[in-house]
Structures are given as C-alpha cells and as structure tokens.
C-alpha cells in the first residue's frame, strides 16, 4: 500500500518538473525574469533562446531588453 503512495507521488512530481521547472542553462537572470515576464511556458524556454537580446551598461546592469525580430 506504501509504495503505490509514493509511486503516485513520484508521478506527480516528474509530472510537475516538466511542465513549470524550466531549463536555465546558459540563460542570464534577465532574460529568465524576462520570460516569465512573457508568460513563456516553462518547458518552451529553450525555443526562445535567440529571439532575446540584452543591453547591459558598462556597471552590469539592465538597460533594456527587446525581443529580437
């Protein structure tokens, strides 16, 4: 009976990872805040690696960001 308690749970959290834990890799805190900002699903934020752009000022802070055309 325990283990179908903890497989049911395991589900839910790998189910769960997928959907809202998103890759961060080689993403700044900027772009990361910039996409939520977007609503950019979780599991969609390495499709939107390129179409963001960055301008920093020469003390490391945001300036703008846009979104590339």
Not at 13 to 24: A, D, K, V
Not at 28 to 50: C, H, M, N, S, W
């Amino acid at each position: 009976m325990h283990r179908l308690f903890w497989a049911g749970m395991t589900v839910l959290c790998i189910t769960w990872t997928y959907f809202r834990l998103p890759e961060t890799k080689d993403f700044t805190f900027a772009e990361i805040d910039r996409l939520f900002e977007q609503g950019v699903p979780a599991r969609k934020f390495t499709e939107y690696r390129g179409k963001l752009t960055v301008t920093t000022h020469s003390r490391g802070k945001v300036v703008s960001m846009d979104e590339k055309n």
